[in-house]
């Protein structure tokens, strides 16, 4: 059982991706939990975008000093790893909404007991697999879980417009992956 199934088990969405690599799973999850996707031009510019809505509301609100700064891997909490294996990371909030409507969570636990109605769960999980010839599968994994009908409607449309732009994003973080840990 992976760890995505510890913490989130059932949910509504869901998207996959993997890439084959020359490197060991250590090597190639260590890589992953450095990489920042700020560092690619065209994540900054899809999250840009994304965000725009927000930071035009701050510009003409005169609130632009109460913004928070752009959407990273920093607004993950770590729920949990397996050295070597996997390492899975998770989200709450209202993504939907122009500021992402997030949620603090520490840690695996208050992810795990965070159960409230309107507000969405979102766990992000890397998963190393070692493959004959040396060669290792780094899938990443994101799953979300809408505790009502009304999130789900909320939801749905958002998850339907940045799917695409979601994917173009994990293909680039996989590549950028790869190259540090062939490189």
């Not at 250590?26 to 031009?41: C, G, K």
């Not at 994304?50 to 632009?64: D, N, T």
């Not at 909490?77 to 409507?101: C, I, Q, S, T």
């Not at 840690?107 to 109605?117: K, M, R, V």
């Amino acid at each position: 059982m992976s760890l995505l199934d510890d913490y989130l088990p059932v949910h509504q969405f869901s998207e996959r991706h993997s890439r084959r690599m020359t490197a060991e799973p250590h090597a190639v999850l260590a890589a992953a939990a450095t990489y920042e996707p700020r560092s690619d031009r065209f994540i900054r510019a899809a999250i840009g975008l994304r965000e725009l809505p927000m930071r035009l509301f701050g510009l003409v609100s005169g609130r632009q000093a109460e913004l928070p700064p752009a959407f990273g891997m920093d607004k993950f909490a770590l729920l949990d790893e397996r050295a070597g294996r996997e390492r899975v990371y998770g989200l709450v909030g209202r993504f939907w909404k122009p500021n992402f409507g997030l949620v603090p969570v520490a840690d695996g636990p208050a992810f795990l007991a965070f159960d409230e109605p309107g507000v969405a769960k979102l766990v992000l999980g890397f998963s190393a697999t070692q493959e004959p010839g040396g060669f290792t599968t780094l899938t990443t994994e994101t799953r979300v879980f809408c505790p009502d009908a009304a999130t789900r409607r909320q939801f749905a449309p958002y998850w339907y417009l940045i799917r695409p732009v979601s994917g173009l994003i994990r293909g680039r973080m996989l590549a950028a992956i790869q190259r540090a840990c062939e490189g």
